[in-house]
């Protein structure tokens, strides 16, 4: 029936509309599942330089080191990729992006050389965009061309910390921060009220005394002729939620506007365990309120009835020890605090064993203790200095064990490309490149990988991944050892998603094993070759020249 109702409106559209309608990759099929999700994460900077109108020029007294200043990329140029089909070409149902509110104007030098806030984790002020990422509008075009794709948007909240104090930023009120004492991570208490670096004034989220709006906030406000708006607009929150004019529900609010104003479809959330839980779970539910106010009041905007999504980033929280983060004297089960998902710390180093160490030991996890939970793998990040592959010597490799795992996966800008992890940059700027379009176009030479085949990979993988709900959110089942074979099957309401996997097959024609999963007589098609067979005795014969074969009944 929903086939049938599916081909009606393509059908419908394909007559009434007077524009040709653009074929995509995206499935139509299979309902979208967080269990499954393949999240795009870029650093907004770093990515697509879509309007070079907003590009930042640094003063010259005050050059940044390499990799430490802005580079131009913008939300026009992440809606320029989305318009292009280069997120739908790769099987990608979410974009997360670094934090993209207005960021502190001076620079700092953190040991590493001059530094400017182009990362977004600097901010300024929660309720205004930095110009040189974009505008409202620009956002608001973004997000309606991800969803008319079908992909969701993450925004980075954060709400530990300020930007640092420069000559050109003043330091928000003693009432509203600290700036001491700087973390130890012994235990709970230095863990979380404490500064995470010096000069990176800290958000007093313990504090139970309400304070007035900081000077220089209120001045601001006036000289852009927005503060008596501002005002009413906190008036009416403090008023219907009962919370506290302490500092970090003034932030929660400014936070939950994205959701209210623009319909994103969830946060990632920074240094989650730097501050008490319960705040996160009060944002949830606030933003959780508003997405629903939102979808009510855009019904033709939205996605689905999905709820809000939140994942969490607790450094150092190792999915395959269960629910639960140990601060020495502490236990917090931050999924209990508000969040739907956690990123997997632990993905880099397991992706270093073999295929079914990895799959079964996270099919365990989240068929075990996890059960309900879903939680994000990554092999590369902006702040993790050991990734798997640094070198990017493995890209197809990286790609197969990331984007077959169970579980949701984040793909690093550039992961599917090759991009240098190991510019000549001091500390985490190393890992921040430009994405290497440039190497894309003219198909460069990576460490003997050709990128536009390392690129070729990655799309068949998270298409066939996007189609199928069962590759991450499915009960994983080994079938054999040689080739190393796998199932997934996955049923939810009244809908079944089944696959079967097989990895190191071989060049030329190959025999797989589909166990039980299906029936003889039953057409399959390998997704990675295009070819279709036919189940015979419980097996398929597959004639390509590659060694991934990619299984399911459509």
């Known amino acids: 029936m929903i086939r049938k109702i599916l081909i009606f409106l393509i059908v419908g559209t394909f007559f009434f509309s007077c524009q040709p309608v653009k074929e995509t990759t995206t499935s139509q099929d299979m309902p979208f599942t967080w269990d499954n999700a393949t999240i795009y994460f870029m650093m907004t900077d770093r990515f697509n330089n879509g309007d070079v109108s907003n590009d930042f020029s640094h003063p010259e007294v005050a050059e940044p080191a390499p990799y430490r200043g802005f580079m131009g990329g913008d939300i026009v ?31 700092v030098d953190e040991g590493t050389g001059t530094s400017y806030a182009f990362h977004g984790y600097w901010t300024r002020d929660w309720t205004a965009l930095d110009p040189r990422f974009g505008t409202g509008k620009d956002l608001k075009d973004m997000i309606d061309a991800a969803h008319a794709n079908g992909i969701r948007i993450l925004i980075d909240a954060v709400a530990n910390h300020t930007g640092p104090v420069t000559p050109m930023d003043s330091q928000w009120p003693d009432s509203w921060v600290k700036t001491s004492p700087q973390c130890r991570y012994q235990d709970f208490e230095t863990t979380v009220n404490c500064t995470l670096v010096e000069n990176l004034p800290d958000v007093r989220t313990e504090s139970d005394q309400e304070v007035e709006l900081p000077p220089f906030l209120v001045q601001k406000w006036k ?14 929150w403090f008023t219907e939620t009962g919370y506290p004019r302490t500092p970090v529900y003034y932030i929660l609010k400014w936070l939950v506007d994205f959701v209210k104003d623009y319909g994103i479809d969830g946060f990632r959330v920074d240094t989650v365990k730097h501050t008490e839980g319960y705040l996160w779970k009060d944002l949830y539910e606030s ?17 689905d009835d999905l709820p809000f999504y939140m994942v969490g980033e607790v450094y150092g929280y190792y999915a395959i020890n269960g629910r639960d983060y140990n ?33 079964s030991r996270y099919d365990a996890a989240l068929q075990g203790p996890l059960a309900g939970k879903t939680i994000v793998h990554y092999v590369s990040s902006h702040d993790d200095g050991s990734p798997f592959d640094p070198m990017r010597e493995k890209p197809i490799e990286a790609g197969t064990k990331l984007l077959l795992c169970p579980g949701g996966v984040q793909i690093y800008y550039g992961d599917e490309s090759a991009r240098n992890l190991n510019v000549e940059a001091a500390g985490d700027a190393r890992l921040r490149s430009f994405m290497n379009w440039d190497e894309v176009d003219s198909n460069a030479d990576v460490n003997g990988n050709k990128v536009k085949d390392v690129l070729t990979h990655w799309q068949k993988l998270g298409q066939f991944r996007n189609a199928h709900p069962a590759v991450g959110a499915g009960k994983h089942q080994k079938i054999s050892d040689a080739p190393y074979t796998f199932s997934r099957v996955w049923s939810e309401g009244n809908v079944t998603d089944k696959v079967v996997v097989a990895l190191d097959a071989g060049s030329g024609k190959k025999t797989i094993s589909v166990g039980d999963v299906f029936a003889d007589g039953t057409t399959v098609k390998d997704h990675y070759s295009g070819v279709e067979t036919k189940v015979v005795d419980g097996q398929v014969e597959v004639d390509s020249e590659d060694d991934v074969v990619l299984i399911s009944q459509r």
């Open 287 to 303: 933003a959780a309120k508003a997405f629903e106010d939102w979808k009510r009041d855009n019904p033709e905007a939205k996605l």
């Open 77 to 107: 140029g992440i809606t320029q990729k989305i318009n292009e089909g280069y997120f739908n070409d790769l099987g990608v149902n979410a974009i997360w992006m670094t934090p993209i509110v207005q960021q502190i104007e001076g620079s």
């Open 327 to 359: 601060y020495g004297d502490t236990i917090v089960d931050f999924f209990d605090e508000g969040f739907t998902s956690m990123i997997n710390f632990g993905f880099k180093d397991a992706a270093r064993s073999s295929y079914d160490s990895i799959f």
């Open 223 to 236: 000289s852009e002729g927005r503060y008596d708006q501002e005002v009413a607009e906190l008036d009416t």
